[in-house]
């Protein structure tokens, strides 16, 4: 009976600590749908939680999305080919909120880092430019709005709120390139043609950003699903029952 007894205790103990790993970390509170709707909810949550998101949440196996680790990127047309790879993209984490709506929409502004290793060869408008080496991109007021569905799914038989269909616009106010060793290092020709290409800075961004941006945001939405799949809804959210 004892022994019974003991088991029944430890088991008890056993459900609570494999529960409490899915339990929220400590900088996000649990919201009451009583008293607004889910997006206002997830709304607070994701302010509050931001900053230290970005870094990830190990216990989640959440990954850090700041630094993100890109995909190579090649530009190739207007008679200019240009690949980045290696390249590491640092901003997210001092992001500033500018909106985030109904439905869900999520609005941010970033300065964005650009380290990466580069390779150059062909023309901006008229001015030939070649090089390989070190590059670094900064791009400033770097403005994404991202809209997405909220959608829900299944695992272990609970509920988890899951970011379906994103779509995404973004704005970038500045871009400075700072390409070392252009033309071979020959000093010269590089502070000029750099020059050139900072003047020029929307043209090289129209072809750079899409996929760049593409990928901070694919990457972004993948971390935030991540969250929800270790936390089911009901508690991220008090009260919530049905679906949507
Ligand atoms: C970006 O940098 C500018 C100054 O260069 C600063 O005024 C602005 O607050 C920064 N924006 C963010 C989102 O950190």
């Known amino acids: 009976m004892q022994s019974t007894f003991s088991l029944v205790i430890l088991s008890c103990i056993c459900v609570t600590l494999a529960d409490n790993k899915a339990s ?11 008293d607004k709707n889910l997006a206002t909810c997830v709304r607070e949550q994701i302010i509050a939680s931001l900053p230290k998101f970005t870094k990830g949440i190990p216990e989640l196996k959440v990954p850090a999305i700041d630094p ?6 090649k530009i190739d047309g207007n008679g200019l080919t ?3 790879t290696e390249a590491i993209m640092e901003g997210l984490s001092d992001s500033v909120l500018t909106d985030l709506k109904e439905r869900f929409v999520l609005k941010f502004k970033s300065n964005f880092t650009l380290k990466a290793k580069y390779e150059v060869d ?14 670094f991109v900064y791009a400033k007021g770097v403005e994404v709005e991202i809209s997405s569905k909220f959608d829900h799914t299944k695992k272990n038989n609970a509920d988890h709120l899951k970011l379906v269909m994103p779509t995404y616009k973004y704005d970038v106010e500045r871009t400075t390139f700072d390409l070392r060793n252009l033309f071979n290092g020959n000093k010269q020709l590089a502070d000029t043609t750099l020059q050139f290409a900072n003047q020029n800075w929307k043209q090289l961004m129209d072809d750079l950003a899409p996929p760049a941006i593409k990928q901070i945001v694919v990457t972004g939405v993948k971390a935030i699903n991540k969250f929800f799949g270790a936390i089911p809804i009901n508690k991220l959210v008090i009260g919530y029952k049905q679906r949507l």
């Open 24 to 34: 929220l970390p400590p900088y996000i509170t649990a919201c009451d749908i009583d």
């Open 68 to 73: 993100i680790n890109l995909d190579d990127i």
């Open 82 to 84: 240009l690949t980045f």
């Open 122 to 135: 062909g023309r901006i408008l008229i001015l030939p430019i070649q090089g390989k080496g070190d590059a």
